[in-house]
């Protein structure tokens, strides 16, 4: 299995190892197989042993599709016997593999991030306080990104950030506080015209998990919703709601991962973890072929926003990322130490987590 990287920078090759034969003479020739039309291409001048890749061989070889397995495998002759080798799987473009030489493309870097700086740039990137409005380099979203509330749309809620006055973009709530499930549209969003709630994190009390929840005037605690507006679920053909539909750098095709993927994403890649400290930020570095392989996918340890208070904890230490799966009035997430890798954590979702988007090659 081999990773390519997304900017040429790598240069990997290809080998298919024979053990010698006294004066036989080895003719090798490399093809291209299409695992769909199961037709197979000679590669033309690919006669040794070894197929060399760079940029421009990548794009020789026709793979110019990010996020989309090619297959290549060789033949040799020596005399009157021949050899196939193994198929190798190549890929190209920033994303994680699968179980059975799969892939799965995933977006460069978390929503609210900066889209555009490359797996290098984003390892070695320190976070800083003058990024950031407050002075608190927790609050720079250049690598860390955004905190979503589990369900909800890009609303401006989900921005990592302080306001001017110094305090966070929320709404407080306490008992006998608005009645947000009342201020819903027909979506199951915060409308736009209820200035109390829309664009704030909502924080909850404990006993609450969901952010539509909402305290009823005796003090009880209304159950969470039907699990009908949700990303991974939508109702009444509802797409939208998918933060990552909506991401401008994004396109179309793109959504919260289910929690399915994430397990696969963890089980199937070597995780390294790079202690940012000084020198860059703090996460997991995701390596497709091994310890010794190049990095496809960098996971930030992001933190997350606390439904109590609606403050940032753990970051530059710990990693939550959303699934679209649900588990009761909760939801799944990806959460990590810098030692280990949960990959079904039930979060409320009222909590603020990172969301990584991924999409399939279509």
Known sequence: ???????????????????????????YQWYKHDPKTLLSTAIAGATSDTLFFNDSKRVSYGITDEGKVYQFYCVVVGGSQYGISDTARVVYGTGARLANG???KVANANLGAKQDLSLDDQIDYKPSAETSTVGDKAYDPTVYGDWYEWGREKDGHQERRVLASGTVNI???????????????????????????????????????DWRQYPEKDGNFA?????????????????????????????????????AEWAQIASNNTWIWHDGGA???SGYQLRPGGTNKPTSLFL???????????????VGYLGYYWSSAVTGPNSYSLYYTSGSINVAYTNHRTSGLAVRCVSEYD
């Open 1 to 27: 299995f081999l990773w390519l990287g997304t900017n040429g920078e790598l240069t990997d090759t290809l080998s298919f190892e024979l053990a010698a034969v006294d004066k036989t003479k080895f003719i």
């Open 102 to 104: 799969g892939w799965i």
């Open 171 to 209: 709404y407080l709530d306490a008992a006998g506080g608005v009645e947000t499930s009342k201020l819903n549209d027909e979506d199951g969003q915060i409308k736009s015209s209820e200035t109390t709630l829309y664009g704030k994190f909502i924080q909850r009390n404990v006993g609450m998990n």
């Open 223 to 259: 159950s969470a919703p039907a699990n009908a507006w949700t990303w991974g679920n939508p109702v009444k053909g509802i797409t939208d709601l998918d933060p990552c539909k909506s991401d401008p750098e994004l396109g179309s095709n793109w959504r919260v991962p289910t929690q």
């Open 279 to 281: 020198n860059g930020t």
């Open 300 to 314: 930030p340890a992001a933190g997350c926003r606390t439904r109590n208070g609606g403050v940032q904890i753990y």
